[in-house]
């Protein structure tokens, strides 16, 4: 069982930036294909960005140019930096994982285990 826990949310103007952390519990965390997804009010959860275990990377159109995911898999830690933020990018951010596959997928169905969400609001 892996426990994956978010960090970084909060209310930001348009144009700011937040970083996102995940912290997980796996002991071969490097192994495990991580990424970002996110649900807005009343609408599906959506991929955000991905990132392989060969660190290979993937992102919404939504977010290209703007966002970058990494890892830093000696402690465990997923990172979403998020930059010239947008009221549209407003949602919970979702961290999830899987060792099902190992490169970069942006099908929800791949990812097992899932964090409990952290808010991203962002003003206008």
């Known amino acids: 069982q892996v426990q994956l826990v978010e960090s970084g949310g909060g209310l930001v103007q348009a144009g700011g930036s937040l970083r996102l952390s995940c912290a997980a519990s796996?002991?071969?965390?490097?192994?495990?294909?991580m990424a970002w997804f996110r649900q807005a009010p009343g609408k599906e959860r959506d991929f955000v960005a991905g990132i392989g275990s060969g660190s290979s990377t993937a992102y919404a159109d939504s977010v290209k140019g703007r966002f970058t995911i990494s890892r830093d898999n000696a402690n465990n830690t997923l990172f979403l930096q998020m930059n010239n933020l947008k009221p549209e990018d407003t949602a919970v951010y979702y961290c999830?994982?899987?060792?099902?596959?190992?490169?970069?997928?942006?099908?929800?169905?791949?990812?097992?285990?899932w964090g409990q969400g952290t808010q991203v609001t962002v003003s206008s």
């Open positions: 999830a994982a899987t060792n099902i596959v190992y490169y970069v997928t942006r099908y929800s169905s791949a990812y097992v285990y």
């Open positions: 796996a002991r071969t965390f490097g192994n495990y294909a």
